[in-house]
Structures are given as C-alpha cells and as structure tokens.
Nanobody, 121 residues
Framework: QVRLVESGGGSVQAGGSLRLSCAAS?????MAWFRQAPGKEREGVAGIYTGSGVTYYDDSVKGRFTISRDNAKNTVYLQMNSLKPEDSAMYYC?????????????????WGQGTQVTVSS
C-alpha cells in the first residue's frame, strides 16, 4: 500500500503561481496530478515516470505547469505558473507501481486526499 500526502494548494489571483507537493510512503514507477472541478470529469494535468523522469502534460497546461520529482524524498511537485481562473479545481496526486496510460485516472491505484486550488480573476 502506498500513501500519498499532498500540500500546497490555496487561493491566488490570475497570473500568480502555486507549487503543489505530493509525498509518497512507498515506491512507485509513475505519478501524476489530476484535477476535478465541480460537475466536471477528473482530468490528467501532468504525469512523470519516477525512474526516467519522462514527463507528460495536458495541452491546457503546457508551458505553464512543470512536474518534477525528488526521488530522495519520494516526492513529486507541480509548479503552476501563469494561473488562470479555469485552473481552479481540486487537485489530486496519483501513483501506481505498474505502467499505464498517464492521463487515465482508472489506471492509478493510489490517490491523495486532494488539495484545493482557486484562481480569481
């Protein structure tokens, strides 16, 4: 079993920045950030393979968000810059020990509790 603990959400004005952190209690091969706004589907924001460091991004965040990892701390980060009101959502960290489609939430077995991000215009 892998436990994920997120931190770093909050409220910010449009154009601002936030950094989310996700600390994992065990080893995984891939981790990702998802978000879900009220009434919408959970969507993949960014993913990373913890061994190789290969990253993936949704088109809506490319050039603004950066996912990274610190394997010594078993922690993944999501640096979010140039935030927009449409980025407002609950953000979830996900992880798995097996390979799968990075953006499909059904391929992840481990989830954090979520952290709220609110961007005001």
């Amino acid at each position: 079993q892998v436990r994920l603990v997120e931190s770093g959400g909050g409220s910010v004005q449009a154009g601002g920045s936030l950094r989310l952190s996700c600390a994992a209690s065990g080893s995984t091969i891939r981790m990702a950030w998802f978000r879900q706004a009220p009434g919408k589907e959970r969507e993949g924001v960014a993913g990373i393979y913890t061994g190789s460091g290969v990253t993936y991004y949704d088109d809506s965040v490319k050039g603004r968000f950066t996912i990274s990892r610190d394997n010594a701390k078993n922690t993944v980060y999501l640096q979010m810059n140039s935030l927009k009101p449409e980025d407002s959502a609950m953000y979830y960290c996900a992880a798995d020990k097996y390979d799968g489609s990075w953006s499909n939430h059904r391929t992840y077995n481990y989830w954090g509790q979520g952290t709220q991000v609110t961007v005001s215009s």
